[in-house]
């Protein structure tokens, strides 16, 4: 009979704080940083263990990220405590996608030779797409938020095939997340960074 060890645990605390903070992102919630980063700064350790090192270095970079996106948000904040919704404009997509592209060329250049990786290019691909996404989360771009369902569909393939199913499950959660931030986001002017009832956010209809 199998009998689940404390590394199993672990990983379910950091999965369900990773769930946390995605809702809480996902409704404007700025307090989401918070718990998101006590989630990744524990995957640091647990995808290094697992040999998963590119989603290592980028759960290190979703901790550094959070801290920024957590002081973005509230330099943006209004007197009402709501953050601007922004369209994507050319500089945005462009430093995403240059940065993204850049990231995957090193990720896979040190995983190909210089770690004892199995999983290469899936591993440089949804950390590099993670670099993108996260710069267009803390700069308030919607198009966050379907970039984040690619991820988590990639991820949950490689979670499994790394036999850590409790974030396996985590990212199946967080493609459904992702469908709800964008949602939300795609309807609002302003999205709230304080606790509020989200029927309030989506009265500001995009004209």
């Known amino acids: 009979m199998w009998t689940p060890g404390p590394m199993f645990w672990v990983e379910t605390g950091a999965s369900l704080l990773g769930i946390w903070g995605v809702w809480d992102l996902g409704g404007g919630r700025r307090r989401g940083y918070i718990t998101g980063i006590l989630s990744t700064s524990t995957y640091v350790a647990l995808c290094a263990i697992h040999g998963i ?17 957590w ?13 601007s919704v922004r369209s994507m ?3 945005g997509f462009w430093g995403g996608i240059v940065s993204g592209l850049l990231a995957w060329f ?3 250049g ?10 290469v290019v899936w591993d440089a691909t949804t950390s590099a797409l993670a670099i993108t996404a996260m710069l267009w989360m803390a700069a308030g771009f919607t198009w966050n938020w379907p970039l ?3 991820i988590n569909m990639l ?3 490689l979670y499994i095939h790394k036999g850590m199913l409790p974030t396996a499950g985590q990212y199946t959660v967080f493609g459904f997340l992702a469908l709800r931030g964008w949602w939300i986001w795609s309807r609002a002017r302003l999205v709230r960074t304080e606790p509020r009832d989200e029927k309030s956010l989506l009265q ?4």
């Open 53 to 69: 090192y590119a989603d290592a270095v980028i759960n290190g970079w979703y901790t550094v990220m959070g801290f920024v996106g």
């Open 71 to 83: 002081f973005a948000w509230g330099q943006r904040k209004n007197d009402n405590s709501v953050v």
């Open 89 to 91: 404009d050319a500089q």
């Open 106 to 108: 090193l990720f896979w």
């Open 110 to 119: 040190l995983l190909r030779y210089y770690t004892d990786s199995t999983v």
């Open 148 to 150: 984040w369902l690619i």
């Open 155 to 157: 991820s949950v393939g």
């Open 204 to 207: 500001q209809k995009v004209d």
